[in-house]
């Protein structure tokens, strides 16, 4: 079978392997039809990534179909429509024991630590996929993941109905934090330097949109809000200078969400933190999302099929990567089929 493998920083190639095969009663054994090509991805390729190994079959966001499931599973039957959840975790330290298995002091995910999604067959333990409704496709399935990082950022925010959610940055997390934060009730603002993700923002249903080049954001945020600040900030931007930008935009008593993986420093004083008694907290991957986020998928409260800008065979993956890197503002999600 054909598997996409990031040899070492810098060079993808189309490997052929031996399919896999079922070792323990507990795993499935899954035919991948659909797979995300994500930022995290990219930085794996580009060797950015400061937790991905190599050589490295990268993939994280992957639909399929179950071909065999083994002796002792128990809700995965062969012909499931599945998602993949990407992490596996120790569940005996701290993070596991307090719900947190995302933060698991042995993690590993699939494509970053583990080989992942861009092959035509995996085998994982059942706990690893989700099934998910018969009449979905698979285009719309496989956003379901990158929809799990937005609901846990939300999640993360503390996101309440009637709260003013500041979202930087109109990516696909960005845009996805946007959703889950409508869902929960919240206004939604959202900032980015491209005119048409902006407007492509607007249509997903943010309240205001903010040109971080072209206006000032923090004039512009604090109109908005009557002086106060938005409740909630997402920075789905990550830089350095976007992390100080939130501290000092959030609203008193708000929370600010940091997605970044950067390692720099940001300058960010105490003052505005104790004096409006700030929260700020990461969020990474996601924690007990995955029910929830399907369960919209299913009902068809989510129907972001308009995310996904282009479709790749696997074959093509060097195109689709030459695509993100030469047109960033034209690509909304790019997928690959199997
Ligand atoms: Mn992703």
Request: aromatic share 6%.
């Amino acid at each position: 079978m054909k598997a996409v493998q990031v040899v070492r920083p810098g060079e993808l190639r189309i490997v052929e392997r031996q399919e896999p095969a079922i070792q323990h009663g507990g795993e499935v054994l899954m035919k991948v039809r659909m797979a995300g090509i994500c930022g995290s991805d990219m930085h794996i390729y580009h060797g950015t990534s400061p937790v991905a190994t190599y050589p490295r079959v990268i993939g994280h966001e992957v639909v399929g179909e179950i071909i065999e499931v083994g002796s002792e599973t128990e809700r995965i039957r062969p012909g499931d429509k599945v998602v993949l959840e990407p992490i596996q975790s120790c569940g005996v330290c701290y993070a596991c024991r307090a719900g947190r298995r995302n933060v698991c002091e042995q993690l590993q995910v699939y494509g970053v630590h583990l080989d992942g999604g861009y092959q035509e067959y995996m085998v994982v333990p059942e706990r690893n996929v989700h099934k998910i409704a018969d009449h979905l496709d698979w285009q719309t399935g496989v956003l379901i993941e990158p929809f799990t990082i937005g609901a846990q950022a939300a999640w993360r925010g503390d996101v309440r109905p009637g709260d003013v959610v500041f979202i930087m940055g109109a990516g696909p997390i960005g845009l996805c934090a946007l959703h889950m934060s409508k869902i929960r009730g919240a206004t939604c603002i959202v900032s980015d330097i491209s005119d048409a993700k902006l407007a492509y923002a607007a249509e997903l249903g943010a309240d205001y949109t903010l040109h971080a080049r072209k206006e000032n954001i923090r004039t512009a945020l604090l109109q908005f809000t009557g002086g106060l600040g938005p409740n909630v900030t997402i920075d789905a931007v990550c830089t350095e200078q976007t992390f100080e930008e939130a501290v000092d935009v959030t609203s008193v008593a708000g929370r600010v969400v940091v997605l970044g993986f950067g390692d720099s420093p940001s300058r960010i004083p105490q003052l505005p933190i104790t004096k409006k008694e700030l929260t700020v907290v990461g969020s990474r991957l996601q924690s007990n999302q995955f029910g929830y986020v399907i369960d919209l998928f299913n009902q068809g409260v989510l129907q972001p099929q308009s995310f996904i800008t282009h479709r790749y065979p696997i074959d093509e993956v060097h195109r689709a990567i030459q695509l993100i890197e030469t047109h960033p503002n034209e690509v909304r999600k790019v997928i690959l089929e199997f």
